[in-house]
């Protein structure tokens, strides 16, 4: 298992002047049963354990409708996460592969997805199961399963235009 800020043989990390091109603003925080990196899961399931997505005063009316969708894809910031590799070794082989290569949460910018089974909605808490993050990680953003998404704008010119 990765320990905190191991780099690992073949792997290859760079400086990082972490000048700001934009700026995230957090929504909410994920309460999850892993306080642990080593304990986390790397994938989450839909049958795993039910996780709590807290959100934030002012976005609480922003959940207007979320409560229709069955799965939501949940964006978080990988706050305990390097952001200086560019060649990982993530099964400790040897073999190396570049960091877009790969679902590590080692990133330049440590942005998690998950799609998320919707359990319940309550007030300002969504319960949700499929999550992969520890225990307080910031919330950047919720969207309804893109495959489950139906849009509500008509077709636009261009919609359907092979690029």
């Known amino acids: 298992m990765v320990r905190l800020n191991e780099i690992r043989p073949n792997e290859v990390a760079v400086p ?19 306080t642990d990196r080593l304990k986390c899961p790397r994938q ?3 049958d795993g354990p039910v996780c ?3 959100i934030f005063e002012p976005w609480h009316q922003a959940l207007a409708g979320i409560e229709t969708f069955e799965r939501l894809e949940v964006l978080y910031w990988l706050h305990e996460s390097r952001r200086d590799l560019v060649l990982q070794s993530p099964a400790s082989d040897g073999k190396v592969r570049g960091t877009f290569a790969l679902r590590s949460p080692v990133r330049p910018n440590p942005i998690g997805t998950s799609i998320a089974a919707l359990v319940t909605v309550e007030k300002n808490v969504l319960k949700v199961r499929g999550l992969d993050c520890l225990d307080g990680t910031p919330l950047i953003d919720l969207k309804p399963d893109r495959m489950l998404f139906t ?3 008509p077709p636009q010119p261009g919609d359907f235009e092979k690029g």
Do not use: Q
Not at 19 to 34: L, S, V
């Open 151 to 153: 849009p509500i704008a």
């Open 16 to 34: 990082v002047d972490f000048k700001t091109d934009a700026a995230i603003m957090f929504i909410g925080r994920i309460h999850t049963p892993w």
């Open 52 to 54: 709590e997505i807290e």
């Open 44 to 46: 989450g399931r839909l």
